[in-house]
T-cell receptor, first 113, second 113 residues
Framework: QQQVKQSPQSLIVQKGGIPIINCAYENTAFDYFPWYQQFPGKGPALLIAIRPDVSEKKEGRFTISFNKSAKQFSLHIMDSQPGDSATYFCAASIKGGSEKLVFGKGTKLTVNP | GAVVSQHPSWVICKSGTSVKIECRSLDFQATTMFWYRQFPKQSLMLMATSNEGSKATYEQGVEKDKFLINHASLTLSTLTVTSAHPEDSSFYIC?????????FGPGTRLTVL
């Protein structure tokens, strides 16, 4: 019940495409859902996060869509660029993010020029 | 803001020696820091939660006597890998929580020969 299931494991798109990464959870107590971007040999960087009182949040080219009834959330990257090639992790936490994060297994995104 | 640093960025040591890794929040105070371990092409595995002025809370299966965590101030937490062995070789990442969001350090690559 503590798991966050992330798919796909890897994703290849062309420059300008819109990659979509999906995550699903079971624990209805989760109420904070961040996405992290990680480049090889670096620590994860917080990209964008959403709380269940909204269904969508945009920050620049990154959008989170949240479906509370389906217990799913997804990351969309608009106008993807080769520099977006990285591994993306979704995560979830309870108590508004004040507790530990449960991470998905990650999606390796490759954006071809 | 919300910058977390780690030192060293990489370390090579001989089997049987101890290694200390520092995690600092540079522009904020963090009452809670987290330590993760990451194997190649895998997700982050939470090792322990570190609260300033109190004992760390270790995740199941993590040896507290092997991975010593000290959170002596609101800006510094340390992880000491005691009597390191080759199987302890990994990428260790810390994070600090502020405003109910976690910000990660750049990671420390530990190689035990």
């Amino acid at each position: 019940q503590q798991q966050v299931k992330q798919s796909p494991q890897s994703l290849i798109v062309q420059k300008g495409g819109i990659p979509i990464i999906n995550c699903a959870y079971e624990n209805t107590a989760f109420d904070y859902f961040p996405w992290y971007q990680q480049f090889p040999g670096k620590g994860p960087a917080l990209l964008i996060a959403i709380r269940p009182d909204v269904s969508e949040k945009k920050e620049g080219r990154f959008t989170i869509s949240f479906n509370k009834s389906a217990k799913q959330f997804s990351l969309h990257i608009m106008d993807s660029q080769p520099g977006d090639s990285a591994t993306y992790f979704c995560a979830a936490s309870i108590k508004g993010g004040s507790e530990k994060l449960v991470f998905g297994k990650g999606t390796k995104l490759t954006v071809n020029p | 803001g919300a910058v977390v640093s780690q030192h060293p960025s990489w370390v090579i040591c001989k089997s049987g020696t101890s290694v200390k890794i520092e995690c600092r929040s540079l522009d904020f105070q963090a009452t809670t820091m987290f330590w993760y371990r990451q194997f190649p092409k895998q997700s982050l595995m939470l090792m322990a939660t570190s609260n300033e002025g109190s004992k760390a809370t270790y995740e199941q299966g993590v040896e507290k006597d092997k991975f010593l965590i000290n959170h002596a101030s609101l800006t510094l937490s340390t992880l000491t890998v005691t009597s390191a062995h080759p199987e302890d070789s990994s990428f260790y990442i810390c994070s600090a929580r502020v405003w109910n969001e976690q910000f990660f350090g750049p990671g420390t690559r530990l190689t035990v020969l």
